[in-house]
């Protein structure tokens, strides 16, 4: 099983970004397909954007296309979420997972999850 720790979350002002960084371990790191999901307070955990094994196919929801950026480094065992042009709407918890399905369903395998607190 793949174990995840998200980081880089933090509190910035709308239009700000941020670049969010999940490592992962285990063997089958490089070859899963990889994906960035958020859960706002009251709400049901949400699809944000996914990768697939070898970087080359992305995929995005429509809330959050042409602001954030999901890529991976199989060296480091690391994917990222550039967040750019952020808005209050996008405070969440975030948290990277194995996409099982292409692209937005996630095996229940999630770490502690990053803060993200846009403000106003």
């Known amino acids: 099983q793949v174990q995840l720790v998200e980081s880089g979350g933090g509190l910035v002002q709308a239009g700000g970004s941020l670049r969010l960084s999940c490592a992962a371990s285990?063997?089958?790191?490089?070859?899963?397909?990889m994906g960035w999901f958020r859960q706002a307070l009251g709400k049901e955990r949400e699809f944000v954007a996914a990768?697939?094994?070898?970087?080359?196919?992305?995929y995005y929801a429509d809330s959050v296309k042409g602001r954030f950026t999901i890529s991976r480094d199989n060296a480091k065992n690391t994917v990222y979420l550039q967040m750019n042009g952020l808005n209050p709407e996008d405070t969440a918890v975030y948290y990277c997972g194995v996409v099982r399905t292409w692209p937005s369903r996630a095996s229940d395998n999630w770490g502690q999850g990053t803060q993200v607190t846009v403000s106003s």
């Open positions: 285990g063997r089958t790191f490089s070859g899963s397909s």
């Open positions: 990768i697939n094994w070898i970087g080359s196919s992305t």
